[in-house]
């Protein structure tokens, strides 16, 4: 099983992105999907999760009402859309997902990270 972030990019304050985090592999389950980022110098925080059951969902209280994550069951895609981005929201984003492969439990599995950008 693999994980592809990818949309990362440059934007100004106030400006929009829509990252993506694309699953492949032999996958039997999806439970879970997060985005997580770690600014430099800064511990990785969870930013967005988004479980497979009633696509129930969590954010953060710091962006809250700004960010929103959804899934496509039919591509193995999550996405997370950031819109009214500040600076600090500046970070290398990196998508997990608790993935389960056919005939084995249920693994975590990390993208490869995409940076964010936010200038003032």
């Known amino acids: 099983v693999q994980l592809q972030a990818s949309g990362g990019g440059l934007v100004q304050a106030g400006g929009s992105l829509r990252l993506s985090c694309a699953a492949s592999g032999s996958i039997f389950r999806i439970n879970a999907v997060g985005w997580y980022r770690q600014a430099p110098g800064k511990q990785r925080e969870l930013v967005a999760r988004?479980?497979?059951?009633?696509?129930?969902?969590n954010y953060a209280n710091s962006v809250k009402g700004r960010f929103a994550i959804s899934r496509d069951s039919a591509k193995n895609t999550v996405y997370l859309q950031m819109n009214s981005l500040k600076p600090e929201d500046t970070a290398v984003y990196y998508c997990?997902?608790?993935?389960?492969?056919?005939?084995?439990?249920?693994?975590?599995?990390w993208g490869q990270g995409t940076l964010v950008t936010v200038s003032s």
């Open positions: 997990n997902g608790k993935i389960q492969e056919y005939g084995m439990g249920v693994k975590d599995y």
């Open positions: 988004i479980f497979s059951v009633a696509d129930s969902t």
